[in-house]
């Protein structure tokens, strides 16, 4: 069992910056096993992928929309996945959600395949 909690959302200017966070707890497998996604959804849509890391932070996936300005890392003995997020857009604006995952590589663009999933953080662009 994994437990997810995202915070460093907020309200940014076009341009901008925020570092999301997504700190961990398991009473199970170990963090370091699980993959990490970050996902999106805002009002009205139906949640998107954002970006992936794999279980020791080698592999990152992004998606296209996001590529070049987003970057992930982790830090497996802190438990934490950190999502950077620089020049932001208004189209950026959503709630963003961490996820955890042991599924194979190919599949963490797949909402339905992460387990277990944050409250989710607000982050809000203004044009």
């Known amino acids: 069992q994994v437990q997810l909690g995202e915070s460093g959302g907020g309200l940014v200017q076009a341009g901008g910056s925020l570092r999301l966070s997504c700190a961990a707890s398991s009473s199970g497998r170990p963090f370091r096993h699980y993959h990490v996604g970050w996902f999106r959804q805002a009002p009205g849509k139906e949640r998107e992928f954002v ?29 934490m996945v950190y999502l950077q997020m620089n020049n932001l857009k208004p189209e950026d604006t959503a709630v963003y959600y961490c996820a955890a995952t042991t599924v194979v590589i190919s599949s963490l663009a797949d909402l339905t395949r992460y387990h277990y999933w944050g409250q989710g953080t607000q982050v809000t662009v203004a044009s």
């Open 51 to 79: 970006a992936a890391i794999t279980r020791d932070g080698a592999g990152k996936y992004y998606a296209d929309s996001v590529k070049g300005r987003f970057t992930l890392s982790r830090s497996n003995p802190e438990n």
